[in-house]
T-cell receptor, first 109, second 114 residues
Framework: DAKTTQPPSMDCAEGRAANLPCNHSTISGNEYVYWYRQIHSQGPQYIIHGLKNNETNEMASLIITEDRKSSTLILPHATLRDTAVYYCIVTQGNTPLVFGKGTRLSVIA | NAGVTQTPKFRILKIGQSMTLQCTQDMNHNYMYWYRQDPGMGLKLIYYSVGAGITDKGEVPNGYNVSRSTTEDFPLRLELAAPSQTSVYFC?????????????FGSGTQLSVL
């Protein structure tokens, strides 16, 4: 049973912000939201995670709604190298990560 | 920095053959994982291990076996290969389930069973 819902694909113009949504309406109070991405056929790579507060690092920003039922990953200035599949994962941190199908982001020149 | 190393990168098997996919990590991680990824799909967990001598089944363990005799190595064994096992296999490691920001993946093994 999927804990998250993501659009299957999105496009973004190079240099613009890419906003990737994730719905996790059944999230519980002690579950974190993690984002990973997978470039072409490489192994997934960690991007960012959060519990309640918005988070920012050198790669991206994570905005979590106040009710925590959804979140948005923001890549502020998308480049062609950001073309990848992005996975939103909800976890308590007591089991292995479960990867859904993710969102395929295409950054277009 | 080697990280997680998988061998081989590519392999073609005939139906019914067996093989072992090798995975080794040099980060002293206790937790190791095997995932498979079919075209256009997300990763599915096959087996995982929380330490030497301890293994557990994931979502899709049928047709596979694992062992964990050392902290560094976590080989995945395919017995009697079937076309349904054609996939890309990823090994990963981490300190624990809690530290998912430090879940590191190998570069994958592309396996075709014909």
């Amino acid at each position: 049973d999927a804990k998250t819902t993501q659009p299957p694909s999105m496009d973004c113009a190079e240099g613009r912000a890419a906003n990737l949504p994730c719905n996790h309406s059944t999230i519980s109070g002690n579950e974190y939201v993690y984002w990973y991405r997978q470039i072409h056929s490489q192994g997934p790579q960690y991007i960012i995670h959060g519990l309640k507060n918005n988070e920012t690092n050198e790669m991206a920003s994570l905005i979590i709604t106040e009710d925590r039922k959804s979140s948005t990953l923001i890549l502020p200035h998308a480049t062609l190298r950001d073309t990848a599949v992005y996975y939103c994962i909800v976890t308590q941190g007591n089991t292995p990560l479960v990867f859904g199908k993710g969102t395929r982001l295409s950054v277009i020149a | 920095n080697a990280g997680v190393t998988q061998t081989p990168k590519f392999r073609i098997l005939k139906i019914g053959q067996s093989m072992t996919l090798q995975c080794t990590q040099d980060m002293n991680h206790n937790y190791m994982y095997w995932y498979r990824q079919d075209p256009g799909m997300g990763l599915k967990l096959i087996y995982y291990s929380v330490g030497a001598g301890i293994t557990d089944k994931g979502e899709v363990p049928n047709g596979y076996n694992v062992s964990r005799s050392t902290t560094e190595d976590f080989p995945l064994r395919l017995e009697l290969a079937a076309p349904s096992q054609t996939s890309v296999y990823f090994c990963a490691s981490s300190y624990s389930f809690l530290f998912n920001e430090k879940l590191f993946f190998g570069s994958g093994t592309q396996l075709s069973v014909l």
